[in-house]
T-cell receptor
Framework: SAVISQKPSRDICQRGTSLTIQCQVD?????MFWYRQQPGQSLTLIAT?????????ESGFVIDKFPISRPNLTFSTLTVSNMSPEDSSIYLC???????????FGPGTRLTVL | KNQVEQSPQSLIILEGKNCTLQ??????????LRWYKQDTGRGPVSLTI?????NTKSNGRYTATLDADTKQSSLHITASQLSDSASYIC?????????????FGGGTRVLVKP
C-alpha cells in the first residue's frame, strides 16, 4: 500500500490569492491524481499529474487556474490560483502504484476562501 | 454518460445492527467496482475492489456484492460499530487501459448511534 501525506491540511485564504498544496507518497507510484470534493459532494477529478510533463486536465479544469507539477515519482503540487469563494473545497491527492488497480488517497486539504 | 447512483443518501442505524447500501451504475466499458469508506475530514480508504467475474468480496464486517448483468452492487455492514459512521462511496473504473478513469457515486452517509 501507499501512504500519502498532504500539506497543508487546511487553510483559510483571501480572495485573489493563490495556494500551493503539496502531496508526498511514501513509495514510487505510477500515477498521481488531484481531486476536488465540494461540500456534501463526491469527488471530481481535476487532473492526472504526469511526471516531468504537463498534467492532463479534465473537462472544466484548466492549467492557468490549477497549475500542477510532478518533478518525480513520489511528489506533486497543485496550485489553486486567483482564488474565489467558489474554490472553497477539499482537495485530495491520489496515487496508484505499479501492478495494482487500487487507488490510494491522501487526507485532503480543506480550503476556505473568504 | 457514465453514471454511478447510490442509495440511500443517508441512513441512521443502531449500533450492532446490519445495513445494506446500494449502488447502480451505467458505465462502459466496465473494469472494476470499488467501495471506499471516507471518515469525516479524511481521504477515502479502499474497502473492496471487484472485477467483472467476482460476485462477492468481504473485508471484515464489510461484504460487497456485484451483479454485472444488472449493473448493481451492494455493501453490507454486519454488526455495525460506532466507528462505521462515515460516508461510503461506490466507485466504478471505466475503460480497459492502464489509466482507467474512476466514476464516483455521490456516497451514502451512515451514522451509527449507540
Amino acid at each position: 500500500s501507499a501512504v500519502i501525506s498532504q500539506k497543508p491540511s487546511r487553510d483559510i485564504c483571501q480572495r485573489g490569492t493563490s495556494l500551493t498544496i503539496q502531496c508526498q507518497v511514501d513509495s514510487q507510484v505510477t500515477m498521481m491524481f488531484w481531486y476536488r470534493q465540494q461540500p456534501g459532494q463526491s469527488l471530481t477529478l481535476i487532473a492526472t499529474a504526469n511526471q516531468g510533463s504537463e498534467a492532463t486536465y479534465e473537462s472544466g479544469f484548466v492549467i492557468d487556474k490549477f497549475p500542477i507539477s510532478r518533478p518525480n515519482l513520489t511528489f506533486s503540487t497543485l496550485t489553486v490560483s486567483n482564488m474565489s469563494p467558489e474554490d472553497s473545497s477539499i482537495y485530495l491527492c491520489s496515487a496508484k502504484g505499479p501492478g495494482t488497480d487500487t487507488q490510494y488517497f491522501g487526507p485532503g486539504t480543506r480550503l476556505t476562501v473568504l | 454518460k457514465n453514471q454511478v447512483e447510490q442509495s440511500p443518501q443517508s441512513l441512521i442505524i443502531l449500533e450492532g445492527k446490519n445495513c445494506t447500501l446500494q449502488c447502480n451504475y451505467t458505465v462502459s466499458p466496465f473494469s472494476n467496482l470499488r467501495w471506499y469508506k471516507q471518515d469525516t475530514g479524511r481521504g477515502p480508504v479502499s474497502l473492496t475492489i471487484m472485477t467483472f467475474s467476482e460476485n462477492t468480496k468481504s473485508n471484515g464486517r464489510y461484504t460487497a456484492t456485484l451483479d454485472a448483468d444488472t449493473k448493481q452492487s451492494s455493501l453490507h455492514i454486519t454488526a455495525s460499530q460506532l466507528s462505521d459512521s462515515a460516508s461510503y462511496i461506490c466507485v466504478v473504473s471505466v475503460g480497459r487501459a492502464a489509466g482507467n478513469k474512476l466514476t464516483f457515486g455521490g456516497g451514502t452517509r451512515v451514522l451509527v448511534k449507540p
